[in-house]
């Protein structure tokens, strides 16, 4: 076990970690709502360091990140366990399971980064269930890697606080934050969490230059409120700025809402069109196995020709379009 860090001691044995906005309070021999950080002897432990349940060579795409290093692989790895307990989690087998249920691969942050190397990724993706349970595993990852120039990527609901992220901002080079919605009621009810500590997850990355694209799971009778959506838009625009990156993903029955039917594509059209008369430039649809295409904003000519999670055209040379030298979004 690892020392966890971030938490604070009480009485009796008892600790408060101050990692993620849920504050948990832990008694001794007790975990915190994430289920892999428990007190042991009134001290806080992480019960996941160097121990991966999930390995994958992924394409970036799949993250999915469609502005940075398109092309590139990136080394992913998860643990068991995630501080949100959301209905619709297409990973619930991992994000909701305990560390001593799932099988899992004796991999220290050094190994990470010699296989990242041997592979021949790009980068390291911290990813699958959520990294911020796994903290110190990520951050001392991270650190290794960037010394050996690797990047590093952080797949995130965003529920972190602020002092952690501020930190990890140091040893990270791309985020993927997943937006469930932007309505209290829906992360309250679904995820059992909170929406605002996400938002201020988003201004704290943009405070801190970081690159990152945002992601919106619609799913029909829980987020696809157009009113809502055109909100988030224009929270996104305000906030972040016209360039921000937002993917809009399609819902497929699992996990607690196999019940609910599939979004329906004219639902992730009518976003698209929604986030494009809020005035963001680079909207992206996911899960519909189609083109995801992106665009020169200046001259609407196409810069990345997509399949998938296949790069078929690049048209960004030195992270220009090619053919008006408009800056894209990005790096590239």
Known sequence: MKEALYYKKLKDNSVQCVLCPHFCTIKENERGKCNVRENNEGKLYSLVYGKP???????VEKKPLNHFFPGTMTFSIGTAGCNLKCHFCQNFELSQSKPEDLPFYDMPAEKVVEEALKAKCHSISYTYSEPTIFYEYMIDTAKIARKKGLKNIFVTNGFINP??????????????????????????????????????TLQTLKKNNMWFEVIN?????????????????????????????????????????????????????????????AGLHYIYLGNIAEEENTYCKKCKKLLIKRYRYDILENNVKNGKCAYCNEKIAGVF
């Open 53 to 59: 349940n999930s390995i994958a060579i992924d394409p």
């Open 217 to 277: 799971l619609v799913i029909p009778g829980i987020n696809d409120d157009m009113k809502k959506i055109k909100e988030m838009c224009d929270w996104l625009k305000k906030n972040i700025g016209e360039d921000c990156v937002l993917h809009f993903s399609r819902f497929f029955p699992c996990y607690l809402m196999k019940d609910t039917q599939p979004t329906p594509v004219e639902t992730l059209n009518k976003a698209k069109e929604t986030a494009e008369k």
């Open 163 to 200: 002092e952690p992220l501020k930190e990890l901002c140091k040893y990270i080079d791309a985020a993927h934050v997943d937006l469930k919605g932007f309505d209290e009621k829906v992360y309250s009810k679904t995820c059992e969490a909170r929406l605002k500590p996400v938002l201020e």
